[in-house]
């Protein structure tokens, strides 16, 4: 098509991070559908689903920060959830039908002793209601039209799973640190199967996810609550927010104009200045000019080389 034949993009176009502390009962995508409209922008995403079931942090990119998205999902993310012994779901959430009871209930000093089998680099196999591809289908769609479906262990990655509180024999509550990819309904489920009896999930909140923690976010109530008025654009955050956790490398306008011509610059260059964090075989920087995010650039091989370049003005 024409580029003067073009439609404009409906919305103003704004660029930044909202977080959302999402309420239980709704899926991540209607939220991102509602903030949207609210804000009446032009583009956004969200940076990692949470099960309808779940609350908590729900990061939601406009914009530019879009491009960030896969940067944040690769992010650290803390959940806190209750599991319910006894009960098997097909879900592994209470959402689920009940598929399998047991009168087993563990003790504390039981579950404490098979923690550690599920810290570190594991194998899960995900749920069945999980947005997995199986044959080019949702594994959910396929689970909810009644057919079997037989999920493969895939690798994760668990940095912290803690038992926090056993409210009763029914009841404990954890809290996870966990890497990109990691299904807390089947953590609750296996822990459960560990100790010797079934469980599902109750209760699952996250509370935080890379950089963005509670205290960012906004409830979905107090946005939506003028359906006169857009929220205020002082709830944004910057869009390099999303990055506070890679390694800032400082470089001058000069090298910055070469990066975004494409260019790969030698890290000879840059002696003194790589940030001891920095991964020297393929980790990523923040590349700063000034106070001025430029983007994102790979050390590889003895080079800094462009990977996500936006320029965006903070």
């Known amino acids: 098509m024409p580029r003067h034949f073009r439609k404009k993009p409906k919305g103003r176009p704004i660029d930044g991070w909202l977080i959302v502390d999402k309420p239980s009962g709704i899926g991540s995508t209607d939220v991102v559908n509602k903030v949207k409209r609210a804000f009446d922008a032009q583009k956004a995403g969200h940076g990692g689903t949470l099960d309808p079931l779940a609350t908590g942090l729900l990061p939601v990119a406009f914009g530019a920060a879009t491009k960030t998205v896969p940067y944040v999902m690769d992010g650290a993310k803390t959940y806190r959830f209750t599991l319910r012994f006894g009960i098997a779901t097909d879900s592994d959430d209470a959402d689920g039908q009940v ?42 769609d396929l689970a909810r039209d009644g057919q079997e479906v037989v999920l493969e262990a895939r690798p994760a990655r668990v940095d912290r799973f803690e038992l926090v509180e056993r409210p009763d024999a029914d009841t404990a509550t954890f809290e996870v640190e966990s890497g990109k990819g990691v299904y807390m309904r089947s953590l609750a489920r296996d822990i459960a199967k560990a100790v010797g009896s079934l469980g599902h999930i109750i209760v699952l909140r996250r509370l935080s996810v890379g950089p963005f923690k509670e205290a960012h976010a906004v409830s979905l109530d107090k946005l939506l609550e003028s359906a006169d008025t857009p929220p205020s654009l002082d709830l944004l955050l910057p869009l390099a927010t999303a990055l506070d956790d890679i390694p800032a490398l400082a470089v001058t306008e000069q090298e910055a104009t070469r990066l975004m011509q494409g260019q790969a610059l030698s890290l000879v260059d840059f002696m003194g200045r790589v940030p001891d964090a920095a991964d020297p075989m393929g980790g ?16 590889e091989e003895g080079m800094l080389v462009p990977e996500r370049l936006m320029a965006v003005p903070e």
Do not use: H, W
């Not at 009871?101 to 504390?108: I, L, V, Y």
């Not at 920087?285 to 106070?291: F, K, N, T």
């Open 99 to 140: 598929i399998e009871t047991t009168d087993a209930r563990p003790t504390d000093d039981a579950i404490r002793a098979a923690l550690p089998q599920f810290i570190g680099d594991i194998m899960q196999v995900p749920p069945i209601y999980s947005a997995i591809k199986v044959n080019g289908e949702r594994a959910y």
């Open 284 to 299: 990523l920087v923040r590349v700063m000019a000034g106070d001025r995010f430029v983007g994102l650039c790979r050390l």
